[in-house]
């Protein structure tokens, strides 16, 4: 399903899951991204950009951005907070993205800015600008919310009632301004089909509490009416009041202007105080207010005094909470005063001059007492620390607060009352109020009623019963209700306070963090379990949090969204402060992506004008495409499974693996217009221009939205993942992973992956990178490959322990021990011998050269070198052994072997190099005969060979290919290696990746190797449908892959298909073995069997349970005998039927009476285990595992 379709939402469902009610809100957001899109998008191919467009589209954005700021806010507070105590470490992603949201629509402002200050002339590319962000906000919003619609609201069905679903609904309802919730809901109805508004009509009436005063007020929000009068902001909605500049009061005052509304013309009231008991001016209740208000102010501030000085905490909290609801009063209230008062002297100001206007909220007093309430401090602080930061603060904003309300009093208050009717101030009364979210205007309400006396509050139930012409009806029902409750004291003290701390303790709270140790601890958490079991009634609720995220949205830090990785603003350097671990090969990649996909959005850019841009933009997307691809399916499949393993931190990754899969289809989107438009570029239509800048217009669009969602991505990832991978996981755990992750990734993958990568990191980045590849493939031959084909691995070559030195030096000194050893007669044979060898040996200078030259190795050992480079009187002793028969070979070997005065670690060696010595004489005779005169003479073979003679199909009984290989080693042509090998008059291997010359068996032409034959005769004829340009190698017929890690062509698909290759023993194994028994390098050993080399055997490889490994062939004829391995000894399989048939079968046996009893001491091979069996002669079960795989001990 598309991000951008709309969810379907069936209205008995909506009735079970009133959460769901939320989705409505995800489709009207939805419906107006694309309404305003098309009128963008529209006004740009039209070229018209009026100042009404303009301003119509920045009206309709700061409204969208106000609901969607509501909206997502209240999921932050409300409903991620209750679903991560049930299910954790799923939000917090989507919070991350919340707030990614801000940064695009700041862009889209700017642009906003940018067109009513330009000129007419220069407009068309600044809005060409807007119109792309718009379509990434878009893509960008509706990515989110489909993603939520996926993984989140399940879950919130899931774990949740419908009764605590309703709570959420109706928290975030009373948590929203009276007025912003009247318009949010009328413009979400605006998108709704008569049977959906039903059904959201009837879905509230299940949220709202049963109380029929409240049900009127919430029903009234959504019921449209005839509007009596039409403000100037009505055009805009009421949420104008919460918009950048002030409304126009024209309207309202010629309203209670008219005659006729009370019967008799409605005159201003010139004096300021009245004398009639139920007709004093409404705006005398504001004053009694503002004295309850700065009284309890003052009574928290000595409640925090005597904290400080008694150092007795009990009292900390229900001052604290008492301080949020009246920092969150002052700022609505403060608003309300900016937004309704002041404008309305402005209106009134034409006849008579206003008075001087002062704003609380322009110092950063009540912004600092805000910010110590709420926000987590970094550092430990002490509850003393804190408490006196607190006083020094409130005692700042009580001066301020008590200079502003007597500013108000004595300035604006006065004027208000001499110009406006006692209706016109009640009205303004009333806006005020709306202005204050519903939950908290009960708390203010019942607050201030238990502060009146019994004048005062008849006073002010007379003037609410009143209401007035465009007061709304049901709210002022309400409000007497609660004036009357309040004033009754039917609201004790100790309820209040409860209400308070229900509706005023946050998750960003110091004191829920750093405070746990002090006494008043205790009582939060006696308070919490309150609250847990009162808030399921839902009764008028109201989150703080949301609010103070809206008011400030740029002052809460939120701690956990810290990465402990270097990010791009941050220096380069800071990179070298950091412990180099495995793990950050994904954040090198994740930089890779980042910047490249910066560059494609650069080229697309350029691509209407500069049309030969394409090729280059066409390769690099789907090289992108293809890495991001590879990249997000390792991450799914290896890094976030290892992750998710760790109980702690579960379920923290499946947001990202909705981001890979939605992202890959995007690329997918992009990669379709791009078809398109290699179609047109190659057209030579008279529409070509046209259309190929037209798609080009919208290639670009998608690329900045594409860049847009994966640095969002990948910022994320790198925010919320990182710090997990780098604390939860080992660095023997990281280092697998990425060891998994590149044993999946093909040769030609990685060949175009590497220069890449390399090309965006920085110099000490990359050599990071090179170690930490080194390290995960530390037993393979990756180094080995990366230096046959990659001309950048020589900056990166670091100093190795010579191999061959070392095994020449041991062989040196063996052979100087071994003449002890060697008979008197052999030695002067062999000196004979060494004469004939000496009279065909080269002159000094040649024998120089090659014992300067590398030697020709096997595919059995290619650490193996010649011993040759030795002194003269070791080169004789070294032919002694040459010489020796098979008999006189195994005398030796004896008499080394019983030898005492040698070191023990001596024998193995000296041993070793005896076996061996046939074979390296061989190979010297090779490496003679290429340095020799042969080489000089012409190539010997120059025919064509037939795998089948009949269908004339050129190869041998090996492989089908086109061409021959010219041996290096000795100068002649082979069809393959094997052949090579397997000839009669050959006495040594060939190897394969020293041939650098060929022959076409069509033209019979000697040439440089290739894929392909050179000559203009043969037209390019490929030699075969797969060729490795490093091993050489040919195949017409089979699935032939190149392992890097191997540094050898496998058959089969490849890696990342049905091949894998493991780091740690070294072996290209099926994906069937993903969990196996890990030996390190267990392929490089000899078939225990037929003692063929198997690293580089052709035959398949069998692995056992236990982790040995065994040719396929040599495994099924040694299994008709054996079931056990012949190394370790342990089962081979499953062998409980077996071991059944023995105990029926010991069962039958009777044991002579004189070993009746007795029992042997065992060890079983199975579970190495030690114990006691009954006698026998021959089988012996395992008391611990039940298995006869045992031995006597």
Known sequence: MSVTELTVIP?????????????HFHNALRQELGDLRRTAAEALDCRIYGPDLIQELRRRFEFFKLVNKYHSVAEDEVIFRALDVHVKNVVSAYSLEHTSTNDILDSIFHYLDVLEKEDEKHISKPFQELVYFIGTLQTSVCKHMAKEEEQVFPLLTQQFSTQEQASFVWQFMCSVPMLLLEDFFRWMNSFLSSDETENVLQCLKQVVPKDQLLQDVVISCLEVKEKIVTWDFDKYGKESLFLNGRASFRKILEVYKSEGQFGEPMKP?????????YRC???????????????????????????RDSNDFSGLFPAVFQLKFFADVIIFYSNALDKLFYSMCIELAEDCPSPSYQRFLDGSQIEGLQLLLYCKTENVVSASNFVENLCDKLKICAAGI???????????FPFIVKNCTREMQRWLLYACLEMMPLGLLKCTVTWFSSHLSEDESKSILHSVKQGGVLVNKSLSSLLYEWVRIGYSGKTSIDNFREELRAAFENRCSFLSEQIKTSSAFSYLQTATKGVSSSSSTYDTSYASGINFHVFFPQKLKISSHVSTYPMENNTEHSFRYLESRPVDHIFFFHKALKKDMEHLVSLSANLVDNDVLFTEFHQRFHLLRNLYKMHSEAEDEIAFPALEAKEIIQNSSHSYSIDHKMDVEYLNRISYVLDQISEWYYSVSSKRMLTYRQLCVKLHAMCKCMNKMLSDHVDHEEIELWPLFREHLSLKEQEKIIGRMLGRTRAETLQEMIPWLMAYLTLEEQNALMSLWRKATKNTMFDQWLGEWWEGMK?????KVDQSTMLTQSTADTLEILSKYLPRGELSKSNKGNKTMRRESFNDDKKQKHLCKDQVCSDVDQSKTDISDVTDRTETDENSVLVLSQDELEAT????????????????????????????NTQKKSNQDVDGPDNEQGVMGIYPSYRDSQKLVFGCKHYKRNCKLVASCCNK????????????????????????????????????????????????????????????????????????????????KGLGLDYFHCMNCNACMSRSLLVHVCREKCLEDNCPICHEYIFTSSNPVKALSCGHVMHSSCFQEYTCSNYTCPICSKSLGDMQVYFGMLDAMLAEEKIPEEYSGKTQDILCNDCEKRGTASFHWLYHKCPRCGSYNTRLI
Request: hydrophobic fraction near 35%; charge should be negative; aromatic fraction near 8%.
């Open 11 to 23: 209205g008995l469902q909506l009735r079970e899951s009133p959460i769901l009610l939320l989705l």
């Open 269 to 277: 009231e010139r004096e300021y105080l009245i004398d009639e008991t």
């Open 281 to 307: 001016n409404p705006l005398d209740s504001v004053c009694i207010w503002h004295s309850a208000y700065h009284k309890d102010l003052l009574q928290v501030l000595d409640e925090l005094y005597s904290v």
């Open 402 to 412: 008590r200079k502003y309300l007597t500013f108000v009093e004595i300035e604006v």
């Open 795 to 799: 900056t990166y070559d670091v100093p």
């Open 893 to 920: 070997i004896r008499k080394v072997h019983c030898d005492e005065t040698l070191e023990p670690q001596m024998k193995p060696i000296i041993i070793q190099n005896l076996i061996m010595s046939r074979w390296i």
């Open 973 to 1052: 042509l082979y069809t393959c290696r094997l052949c090579h090998d397997d000839a009669h008059e050959t006495d040594h291997v060939m190897d394969r990746k020293a041939t650098t010359m060929m022959m076409c068996m069509k033209c019979l032409i000697v040439q440089p190797i290739g894929p392909t034959c050179s000559t203009v005769s043969c037209n390019n004829l490929s030699m075969a449908r797969y060729y490795c340009s490093i091993c050489k190698f040919f195949d017409d017929e089979r699935q032939i892959y190149h392992c890097p890690y191997c540094n050898l062509c496998r058959v089969g």
